[in-house]
């Protein structure tokens, strides 16, 4: 079993819809949760931290649920530059980043 | 202030050849990370350096991989005679401090390798 897992994909939303992916990790010792975006052939770039109150950066939101070892982000009013590769990323103490595989989000007109 | 810089940012090498990938971190940066993605996958770690310390190499390939970090100059990933199932991005990371104590990790732009 992936240590982080993930739906890979693709969603296909119109513009406007919002989204919602989740990320399951396997290792109950994770202590920091992220959520990166990978463009086609790019670098992942950090989109939010995820933290257990839950987080909002516009109109992004990012959930962490320790007791069932899941995370979601929420994307709202989307845009056609949200297209991209959305990547769950964990790391526990001592460790690296673990990535989980990725979904693939593709926002049409 | 440069950011992560990388290169080659492309590689083509046939088997059995060296491929070689630099990596020079953000000014004032210590730590070195190295990660592989494979085609239609996440990225997976490979290896951790400090300055002429390999701190974590738990990912790294037993064979053909090695990876430095002089004390002068870029940090380097080594991989001897290449086959097929090379073929991926290698993105070089850096941070301040060690990663899991919290600093920020910064990725570069990822070095392409294509072995023909």
């Given at each position: 079993r992936k240590e982080v897992e993930q739906d890979p994909g693709p969603f296909n939303v119109p513009e406007g819809a919002t989204v919602a992916f989740n990320c399951t990790y396997s290792n109950s010792a994770s202590q920091s949760f992220f959520w990166y975006r990978q463009d086609c052939r790019k670098e992942p770039k950090l989109l939010m931290s995820v933290y257990s109150s839950g987080n909002e950066d516009g109109r992004f939101t990012a959930q962490?649920?320790?007791?069932?070892?899941?995370?979601?982000?929420?994307?709202?009013?989307?845009?056609?530059?949200?297209?991209?590769?959305?990547?769950?990323?964990?790391?526990?103490?001592?460790?690296?980043?673990?990535?989980?595989?990725?979904?693939?989000?593709?926002?049409?007109? | 202030n440069a950011g992560v810089m990388q290169n080659p940012r492309h590689l083509v090498?046939?088997?059995g050849q060296e491929a070689r990938l630099r990596c020079s971190p953000m000014k004032g940066h210590s730590h070195v990370y190295w990660y592989r993605q494979l085609p239609e996958e996440g990225l997976k770690f490979m290896v951790y350096l400090q300055k002429e310390n390999i701190i974590d190499e738990s990912g790294m390939p037993k064979e053909r991989f090695s990876a430095?970090?002089?004390?002068?100059?870029?940090?380097i990933l080594r991989i001897q005679q290449v086959v097929r199932g090379d073929s991926a991005a290698y993105?070089?990371?850096?941070?301040?401090?060690?990663?899991?104590?919290?600093?920020?990790?910064?990725?570069?732009?990822?070095?392409?390798?294509?072995?023909?």
């Open positions: 962490l649920n320790r007791a069932s070892q899941y995370i979601s982000l929420l994307i709202r009013d989307s845009k056609l530059s949200d297209s991209a590769t959305y990547l769950c990323v964990v790391n526990r103490a001592g460790n690296m980043l673990t990535f989980g595989g990725g979904t693939r989000l593709m926002v049409k007109p | 090498r046939r088997r430095e970090f002089p004390k002068e100059g870029p940090s993105f070089c990371a850096s941070s301040p401090g060690q990663h899991y104590s919290g600093n920020t990790i910064y990725f570069g732009e990822g070095s392409w390798l294509t072995v023909v």
